[in-house]
Structure formats: C-alpha cells, structure tokens
C-alpha cells in the first residue's frame, strides 16, 4: 500500500529553522501534486504550500516570506523548508499526495523558548 511518511519534526527556538521531509513508497512523487497542511488542536486544517508536476510552487500566502517547498526527484522526496520560526507556526505537518488524497501520518514541531 502506498505511503507517505513525514520526518524533520521537533523542537526549535522562535527564529530557527526546520526542514521536514515526505518520502513516499510506491508512487513517485513527482508525478504528482503534492501539498503540506498544518493542523493544530482544536483549529481547522490550514494549507502551507504545494508543489506540482512541472516543479511550480504555491506557498500561503501567511508563510511565504519564511518557507518553501522543494522536491528531491531522485530520493523521491518533497521537503517544506521553514525559517524565522514562530510560536504560532507549532502545530503537526502533513504531507499528501493530492490526486488520491493520501496522507502521510503527521510530524510535529514545537516552536519554543
């Protein structure tokens, strides 16, 4: 069964930076949108960024002076790089693979003194 599995979590001080990974298993992630959405407790998903097929990026516009995402073809990998990290930027990371909706299981970052 194809997964996705995110990595790169973790605690950071407001102002550091983080690069989480998605690596996905039997589909290659570049033949498709891939998206990262952040949730935190109790609050509705919220979009980060994506990446298509023809490498272009969309970021939100909320984080697009601090982050991108960038794609690995060959580690079929999709990495969201996160700088000037902010408290309210904490909450569990997803990856998914658009067309088919599939989700990996969540990484989380802490962004604390």
């Known amino acids: 069964q194809a997964q996705l599995v995110e990595s790169g979590g973790g605690l950071v001080q407001p102002g550091g930076s983080l690069t989480l990974s998605c690596v996905g298993s039997?589909?290659?992630?570049a033949q498709w949108t891939i998206r990262w959405y952040r949730q935190a407790p109790g609050k509705q998903r919220e979009f980060v960024a994506e990446i298509y097929v023809n490498a272009k990026t969309r970021v939100a516009t909320s984080v697009q002076d601090r982050f991108t995402i960038s794609r690995d073809v060959y580690a079929n990998r999709v990495d969201l790089q996160m700088t000037n990290l902010k408290p309210e930027d904490t909450p569990v990371y997803y990856c998914?693979?658009?067309?088919?909706?599939?989700w990996g299981q969540g990484t989380q970052i802490s962004v604390s003194p």
């Open positions: 998914i693979l658009a067309h088919y909706d599939l």
């Open positions: 039997e589909r290659r992630l």
